[in-house]
């Protein structure tokens, strides 16, 4: 089993900036992907960027390509999002999935971190 825990989630204007981290604990040897998600109330789950764990294989969302940047410390076992040119669409509440295969099943799931951005 493969633990995470998301933090550094909160409250910030429009225009600014937050960085999300995921630590990752237990089984991590069997991680193949890391990637975030977000979902605003009323709306589905969607994805946000992923990254290879061993590096590489960065995607992202159109909807964040350019403000949001994914990476990953494999020493500390933690992935970061870095997000800037925050927008009130941002609002969410924003989760870390970790995947064991190339099929991106995201195996397993953090509880969430708040990020509201306010206009």
């Known amino acids: 089993q493969v633990q995470l825990v998301e933090s550094g989630g909160g409250l910030v204007q429009a225009g600014g900036s937050l960085r999300l981290s995921c630590a990752a604990s237990?089984?991590?040897?069997?991680?193949?992907?890391m990637g975030w998600f977000r979902q605003a109330p009323g709306k589905d789950r969607e994805f946000v960027a992923r990254?290879?764990?061993?590096?590489?294989?960065?995607y992202y969302a159109d909807s964040v390509e350019g403000r949001f940047t994914i990476s990953r410390d494999n020493a500390k076992n933690t992935v970061y999002l870095q997000m800037n040119s925050l927008k009130p669409e941002d609002t969410a509440l924003y989760y870390c999935?970790?995947?064991?295969?190339?099929?991106?099943?995201?195996?397993?799931w953090g509880q969430g971190t708040q990020v509201t951005v306010s206009s």
């Open positions: 237990g089984r991590t040897f069997r991680i193949y992907a």
């Open positions: 999935a970790a995947a064991e295969s190339v099929f991106l099943k995201w195996d397993y």
């Open positions: 990254v290879r764990w061993t590096g590489g294989s960065i």
